[in-house]
């Protein structure tokens, strides 16, 4: 069975600082790490996934995220936060194996603080 | 520009009625699925679908049904609705092709149930 952790439900950041919002996950197999983000009424979109390339995963906005498989986390990482930001931030894992799903972690809110 | 549209974005039912909830995708996607959004809780997933008429029970099928009889659309079905059924709806749809867990997601239905 596959789990997500997301450490922290709701962070805030000033504007121009790092954001750090932190993920967990659990697979049995090698997993697909996937980032969604959803601004305030709206679906949710995808920000970045981690397929088994690269380790470090650009997406899309200037966030990236990093595979590390040591310590079962795929942390996203933005260096500069813009007030556009603020939303929450769905970290979701998928198995190899049954990639028609995917198991969502609780989300974390982002705040970002003029 | 592609879409996956959900008919209502608010509605409001008395217990024991009747809901449809109903979604569109332009994308010829071979999968599509239905997932609850509660805060705290993330998105867990009632239904999917993989091909026309074929449904998979999720992780939360209980009271609700599904139906797909075009490929396009995938409706949600609550029976009778519950005041433990008030949430946001979110529909989604996916290549079976590139199955790797990119997501397409409508903006949502929120449903309070009186």
């Known amino acids: 069975a596959q789990s997500v952790t997301q450490l922290g439900s709701h962070v805030s950041v000033s504007e121009g600082a790092l954001v750090l919002l932190r993920c967990n996950y659990s697979?049995?197999?090698?997993?697909?790490l996937f980032w969604y983000v959803q601004y305030p009424n709206q679906g949710l979109q995808l920000l970045l996934k981690?397929?088994?390339?690269?380790?470090l995963v650009k997406g899309i906005n200037g966030f990236e995220a990093e595979f590390k498989k040591s310590e079962t986390s795929f942390h996203l990482t933005k260096p500069s936060a813009h007030m556009s930001d603020a939303a929450e931030y769905f970290c979701a894992v998928s198995d190899r194996g049954s990639a028609r799903q995917l198991t969502f972690g609780s989300g974390t809110q982002l705040t970002v603080l003029p | 520009d592609v879409k996956v549209t959900q008919s209502s974005r608010y509605l409001v039912k008395r217990t024991g009625e009747k809901v449809f909830l109903e979604c569109v995708q332009d994308?010829?996607?071979?999968?599509m699925f239905w997932y609850r959004q509660d805060p705290g809780l993330g998105l867990r997933l009632i239904y999917f679908?993989?091909?026309?008429?074929?449904?998979e029970k999720g992780d939360i099928p209980e009271g609700y049904s599904v139906s797909r009889e075009k490929k396009e659309r995938f409706s949600l079905i609550l029976e009778s609705a519950s005041t433990n059924q008030t949430s946001m709806y979110l529909c989604?749809?996916?290549?079976?092709?590139?199955?790797?867990?990119?997501?397409?997601f409508g903006e949502g239905s929120r449903l309070t149930v009186l």
């Open positions: 981690y397929t088994s390339a690269a380790t």
């Open positions: 679908s993989y091909d026309v008429k074929m449904k």
């Open positions: 994308m010829d996607h071979e999968n």
């Open positions: 697979s049995s197999v090698p997993p697909y």
């Open positions: 989604a749809s996916s290549s079976q092709g590139l199955n790797t867990g990119e997501l397409f």
